[in-house]
């Protein structure tokens, strides 16, 4: 760590250093700035926006049926989410949110908890190297690459599949795929209890996490902290249970709370949250026997089906008008909320009636979850920084856009 | 261009806010910039526990051409199972500022997640917030010029002279227009001026 700690000012007993923006425990390009004494940390101050891209300027450039695949690289370990919240956005100011078929809705419900599942994984692999645990990194990359298998065999791609449309999804699942999430649903409780068993009463591990960026419940709503970090503090919220959609009423799940609030308490949430995200795979795959309709039945939103596009000339329109010029969404605005891995993700999307959108505004979670570091870190040692940006589990293609 | 799609869109909405009341999302409120910080802070009196987050829009063309939006959540007090968290409300607060005068007052002594939020209003929209402790460029770089979330801001410009920037350096300690230091901008230059068929400069060393 000495190599990139480098000492940007000095001062009677307080040193200034920076940490970052090239540091793998940073979990992406941030630079915190600290002053210690000693090796307390008296005051910490970060830079963030070395990954600004300006997707939200982006997407309002775009087609409305466009602006799905630029928002889906915001948090790049969980595109299937933030396409998912956009598409929902989109189809409350459209009006056809009852109109979307059920298997759409389970498949939705089932990439979305694959994502978190791969999420975590991310998470928890690189957050076991931060704390000196390299093996955890192996086990936990291996259950991702099923996941993102499955999402290549049905979106076409590993990371940024374009998968969700407006209106249901792009093509059915491929044959197969359910023997292999079959597999992955047999598999996953050993490999569960393999990453319990490496960490969970590690004692290193316990030390270095136990009491560590504390939070209690008041601060965390102060610091508008959602997600695992807020259920480690003792509420309850859970998107999928206070503002249910896609039809997570359905489904029987746990909301995994702690009291403690500490990076430990976290990673115990995030932990059951893994399991409880398999526990709803399991009841989507047995709707996921029935066949259905994936689209809307709406010629003006969904494309119609490829090979009926050379024998009818409604088709053809229909296609061409999409394809060339997208739809038209009624004027309004709207905020819509779901639970990512990282908590409360939103967009609040105004529409003035064109065939793009006027607004997309992120509600990032990563970004409010990051920036209560400039609580957590003051009164801490300074090697605690990297346990607590850990634990915040902060992705930078969303904290910055 | 009025639509032929969808008969129920007249033409364009320059203020989208309020036509559709029924999708409700949130409880939605709108003041003047003078009233926010007391609508605020009742609201926070009232239970609305976390400033989710605060966005902005610009309705250029519209008077007040930028609209703020303040996302509220009231979680409950107890909130120990998803029983008694139930459905929280949620409260949408709008206020209209002007162009000519693009200021509002901070929230930050109401909910610290304030900070951050203000920060990329001032560096998207260049809306000034009164009381905010650090209000500085947060996304873009310190030296960067206008306000990128703007209508009025094009998408694409003409290209750049691309400007080495030292590396490791902090960006708010680079002054605009210095000259970048250290060795590695110095081997970066030289780079660069070959790829322009330039003469390269010379290595501080070879003067001597």
């Known amino acids: 760590m000495s190599v990139t700690l480098d000492v940007v000012e000095r001062s009677g ?123 955890t990194f192996f086990y936990t990359f291996d259950i991702r690459e099923d996941i993102l298998a499955l999402i290549e065999a049905s979106g076409g791609a590993r990371m940024h599949p374009n998968y969700l449309r407006v209106g249901g999804i792009n093509g059915d699942l491929p044959g197969g795929f359910l023997a292999k999430l079959d597999a992955l649903i047999v598999k996953f409780p050993q490999r569960m209890r393999e990453l319990r068993t490496l960490l969970q009463n590690n004692p290193i591990l316990r030390d270095r996490m136990i009491d560590v960026g504390t939070i209690s419940a008041e601060d965390a709503a102060a610091w508008s902290l ?103 969404v009624p004027p309004g605005d709207v905020y819509q909320a779901i639970e990512s891995p990282r908590g409360e993700l939103a967009y609040y999307v105004v529409s003035n009636g064109d065939n793009r959108p006027y607004r997309v505004r992120t509600r990032p979670p990563s970004m409010y979850n990051l920036q209560s570091l400039l609580l957590m870190a003051p009164g801490g040692l300074i090697a605690d920084i990297v346990v607590m940006i850990g634990s915040l589990d902060p992705v930078f293609g969303e904290v910055d856009r | ?98 162009d000519a005068e693009p200021v509002l007052p901070s929230a930050i002594d109401l909910w610290p997640s304030a900070n951050w939020a203000e920060r990329e209003i001032f560096d998207f929209f260049g809306i000034r917030f009164t009381g905010h402790p650090n209000l500085k460029r947060i996304q873009m770089p310190e030296d960067w010029s206008g306000h990128p979330l703007r209508k009025d801001y094009p998408l694409r410009g003409p290209a750049k002279e691309a400007t080495p920037r030292p590396a490791f350096a902090l960006k708010s300690n680079v002054p605009a227009g210095a000259p970048p230091a250290g060795k590695v901008a110095a081997a970066l230059q030289r780079q660069i001026a070959r790829a322009r068929g330039q003469e390269p400069p010379k290595p501080a060393g070879d003067e001597a």
């Open chain 2, 1 to 98: 261009m009025p639509s032929s799609q969808n008969p129920s869109i007249a033409g364009l909405a320059l203020d989208p806010t309020g036509v559709r009341p029924d999708l409700g999302d949130a409880e939605v409120l709108r003041v003047g910039p003078s009233e926010i910080h007391a609508t605020l802070t009742a609201l926070r009196a009232g239970g609305c526990t976390m400033l989710l987050d605060i966005g902005g829009v610009d309705y250029l063309g519209r008077e007040p051409r930028y609209d703020v939006v303040y996302h509220l959540l009231a979680l409950p007090a107890a909130a120990a199972d998803v029983k008694t968290v139930g459905r929280p409300r949620r409260v949408r607060v709008l206020v209209g500022v002007p």
């Open chain 1, 226 to 328: 959602t997600g695992p970090i807020l259920r480690a503090t003792g509420v309850a919220y859970d998107i999928r249970r206070a503002f249910p959609y896609s039809g997570y009423e359905k489904y029987e799940f746990d909301v995994p709370t702690r009291t403690e609030g500490d990076a430990y308490a976290r990673f115990l949430v995030r932990l059951e949250e893994m399991d409880e995200s398999m526990r709803i795979i399991a009841q989507v795959r047995q709707e996921l026997e029935r066949p259905g309709p994936i689209m809307i039945d709406d010629p003006k939103i969904a494309q119609p089906p490829k090979e009926t596009i050379a024998l009818s000339m409604e088709a053809l329109i229909h296609h061409f008008k999409i394809v060339s010029e997208s739809f038209r």
């Open chain 1, 13 to 135: 007993n307080t040193m200034t250093l920076s940490l970052g923006p090239q540091h793998p425990s940073t979990h992406g390009v941030l630079q915190v700035i600290v002053e210690v004494a000693g090796e307390i940390v008296e005051r910490a101050d970060m830079e963030i926006g070395y990954l600004h891209t300006g997707i939200e300027k982006s997407a309002e450039n775009l087609f409305w049926t466009q602006a799905s695949t630029v928002v889906e690289r915001m948090d790049y370990l969980n595109p299937l989410g933030n396409a998912l919240c956009y598409v929902l956005a989109v189809e409350r100011l459209l009006g056809i949110t009852d109109r979307i078929p059920e298997r759409a809705q389970s498949v939705r419900v089932l990439m979305s908890e694959l994502s978190r599942i791969a999420s975590h994984c991310v998470w928890l692999g690189t957050g076991g190297i931060d704390l000196g645990a390299i093996s």
